[in-house]
Nanobody, 128 residues
Framework: VQLQASGGGLVQAGGSLRLSCAAS????????MGWFRQAPGREREFVAV????????SYADSVKGRFTISRDNAKNTVNLLMNSLKPEDTAVYYC??????????????????????WGQGTLVTVSS
Protein backbone atom coordinates (compact mmCIF):
# COMPACT_ATOMS: atom_id res chain seq x y z
CA VAL A 1 0.00 0.00 0.00
CA GLN A 2 1.21 3.50 -0.82
CA LEU A 3 0.30 6.40 1.44
CA GLN A 4 0.33 10.05 0.43
CA ALA A 5 0.02 12.70 3.12
CA SER A 6 -0.96 16.26 2.29
CA GLY A 7 -2.34 19.43 3.85
CA GLY A 8 0.65 20.70 5.76
CA GLY A 9 1.72 24.31 5.75
CA LEU A 10 2.49 27.39 7.78
CA VAL A 11 -0.09 28.56 10.30
CA GLN A 12 -0.14 30.94 13.23
CA ALA A 13 -0.55 29.69 16.77
CA GLY A 14 -4.21 29.11 17.52
CA GLY A 15 -4.98 28.28 13.92
CA SER A 16 -6.13 25.08 12.28
CA LEU A 17 -5.00 22.69 9.60
CA ARG A 18 -6.49 19.56 8.12
CA LEU A 19 -4.14 16.82 7.00
CA SER A 20 -5.21 14.08 4.64
CA CYS A 21 -3.71 10.70 3.86
CA ALA A 22 -4.70 8.99 0.63
CA ALA A 23 -4.02 5.30 0.20
CA SER A 24 -3.49 3.44 -3.03
CA UNK A 25 -2.54 -0.07 -3.98
CA UNK A 26 -4.77 -1.60 -1.35
CA UNK A 27 -7.93 -0.68 0.40
CA UNK A 28 -7.39 0.52 3.94
CA UNK A 29 -10.97 -0.19 4.87
CA UNK A 30 -9.95 -3.21 6.96
CA UNK A 31 -6.96 -1.58 8.61
CA UNK A 32 -6.38 0.78 11.49
CA MET A 33 -4.55 3.96 10.51
CA GLY A 34 -2.23 6.15 12.52
CA TRP A 35 -0.64 9.58 12.46
CA PHE A 36 2.83 10.23 13.83
CA ARG A 37 5.03 13.30 13.84
CA GLN A 38 8.72 14.07 14.02
CA ALA A 39 10.13 17.39 15.10
CA PRO A 40 13.73 18.37 14.29
CA GLY A 41 16.17 16.53 16.50
CA ARG A 42 13.48 14.37 18.05
CA GLU A 43 12.21 10.86 17.56
CA ARG A 44 9.04 10.13 15.66
CA GLU A 45 6.13 10.10 18.08
CA PHE A 46 2.57 8.91 18.11
CA VAL A 47 -0.19 11.44 17.50
CA ALA A 48 -3.45 9.60 16.83
CA VAL A 49 -4.90 6.31 15.65
CA UNK A 50 -8.30 5.25 14.34
CA UNK A 51 -9.63 1.69 14.18
CA UNK A 52 -10.69 0.10 10.92
CA UNK A 53 -14.35 0.95 11.45
CA UNK A 54 -13.63 4.43 12.71
CA UNK A 55 -15.44 3.71 15.96
CA UNK A 56 -12.35 3.75 18.18
CA UNK A 57 -9.75 6.48 18.36
CA SER A 58 -6.80 7.24 20.59
CA TYR A 59 -4.67 10.36 20.97
CA ALA A 60 -1.41 11.42 22.49
CA ASP A 61 -1.97 13.46 25.63
CA SER A 62 -0.29 16.45 24.01
CA VAL A 63 -2.98 16.71 21.30
CA LYS A 64 -6.04 15.37 23.09
CA GLY A 65 -8.95 17.75 22.81
CA ARG A 66 -7.34 19.67 19.94
CA PHE A 67 -6.85 17.05 17.20
CA THR A 68 -9.45 14.78 15.63
CA ILE A 69 -8.69 11.76 13.49
CA SER A 70 -11.30 10.42 11.10
CA ARG A 71 -11.53 8.17 8.09
CA ASP A 72 -13.55 7.79 4.92
CA ASN A 73 -13.25 4.19 3.79
CA ALA A 74 -15.21 4.86 0.62
CA LYS A 75 -12.52 7.34 -0.42
CA ASN A 76 -9.66 5.32 1.08
CA THR A 77 -8.53 8.32 3.10
CA VAL A 78 -7.72 9.24 6.69
CA ASN A 79 -7.79 12.79 7.99
CA LEU A 80 -6.34 14.67 10.93
CA LEU A 81 -8.06 17.90 11.90
CA MET A 82 -5.75 20.01 14.04
CA ASN A 83 -7.20 22.91 15.98
CA SER A 84 -5.67 25.35 18.47
CA LEU A 85 -2.24 24.68 17.06
CA LYS A 86 0.80 25.49 19.13
CA PRO A 87 4.42 26.13 18.11
CA GLU A 88 5.35 22.81 19.71
CA ASP A 89 3.13 21.06 17.15
CA THR A 90 5.66 21.99 14.48
CA ALA A 91 6.86 18.76 12.87
CA VAL A 92 6.69 16.55 9.82
CA TYR A 93 3.48 14.54 10.07
CA TYR A 94 3.31 10.99 8.77
CA CYS A 95 0.37 8.69 8.20
CA UNK A 96 0.97 5.00 8.68
CA UNK A 97 -0.71 1.63 8.30
CA UNK A 98 0.02 -1.73 9.92
CA UNK A 99 0.74 -4.78 7.79
CA UNK A 100 -1.98 -7.35 7.27
CA UNK A 101 -0.25 -9.84 9.59
CA UNK A 102 -0.14 -7.49 12.58
CA UNK A 103 -2.28 -8.37 15.55
CA UNK A 104 -2.97 -4.64 15.88
CA UNK A 105 -4.15 -4.23 12.31
CA UNK A 106 -7.83 -3.67 13.22
CA UNK A 107 -7.67 -1.60 16.40
CA UNK A 108 -4.32 0.07 15.83
CA UNK A 109 -1.42 0.85 18.08
CA UNK A 110 0.39 3.80 19.57
CA UNK A 111 3.73 2.09 18.92
CA UNK A 112 5.72 3.15 15.89
CA UNK A 113 7.12 -0.37 15.37
CA UNK A 114 3.63 -1.76 14.80
CA UNK A 115 3.33 0.09 11.48
CA UNK A 116 4.76 -1.23 8.23
CA UNK A 117 3.67 1.36 5.68
CA TRP A 118 4.47 5.06 5.89
CA GLY A 119 3.62 8.10 3.85
CA GLN A 120 6.28 10.58 2.84
CA GLY A 121 5.28 13.13 5.45
CA THR A 122 3.88 16.63 5.29
CA LEU A 123 5.45 19.58 7.11
CA VAL A 124 3.42 21.58 9.61
CA THR A 125 4.95 24.80 10.89
CA VAL A 126 3.21 26.77 13.62
CA SER A 127 4.49 30.27 14.21
CA SER A 128 4.14 32.06 17.54
Amino acid sequence: VQLQASGGGLVQAGGSLRLSCAASGRTIGSSAMGWFRQAPGREREFVAVVSWTGSTTSYADSVKGRFTISRDNAKNTVNLLMNSLKPEDTAVYYCAAPGTRRASRYIGSTKRDEYDYWGQGTLVTVSS
